[in-house]
């Protein structure tokens, strides 16, 4: 199953939306995703909630997963009883690392109005988020004329304008830009590229 798949059943998983970090490194995420309520989202931002935030600072700091309701710690600010107020009354918090050196992580918070998750939807979450974190490994086996090749896609040069800029035949750039989708799982070269700049690979 595809990403996309993927998040399109994180959201029936999670009625009321979800937060989605893939591949935390040093500061920011491969990929993010808020299906929060918009009201919630633009309060949160505005009063600076993450980082008084009991759930981020659990996903952050530990792996596996939780009921917000068993998360200990201090809540200062009030946060999960202010979520309440947006229909966001029982969630989980999810977080898994790689064992790596990169120790990348990958976080989610899901969310349910009527009644806590049960353990075989958290267990169904906690599967869907480590399949995520997988298929957002940046490949480290593309060659520098493929990145090349990519790079141009990026900037919207056609075909013919990549190889007169590289001096070689149309065919030998197809096969590079072949050679990248098959390694980025890539649909079509213009998506390649896409994915070839969230990894930062050019």
Known sequence: MGI????I????LSPVGHFLALRVGFAFPIFEQNTLPRKWVDLYAARGLVL??????WMFEHTGATRWSAIKGEDARGVLNQAKLYNLNFGVAICCVDESERSQRSFGSFVRSDREFDDREIAELQARLLRLHQQMVPPINLTRAELEALGMVKNGL??????????VSEGAVKQRLKNAKIKLNAKTSTHAATLATTFGLI
């Open 4 to 7: 996309d798949e993927q998040l």
């Open 9 to 12: 059943e994180l959201s029936s």
């Open 52 to 57: 008084h935030d009991p759930v981020m600072h």
């Open 158 to 167: 056609l075909m013919k304008e990549i190889a007169d800029l590289l001096g």
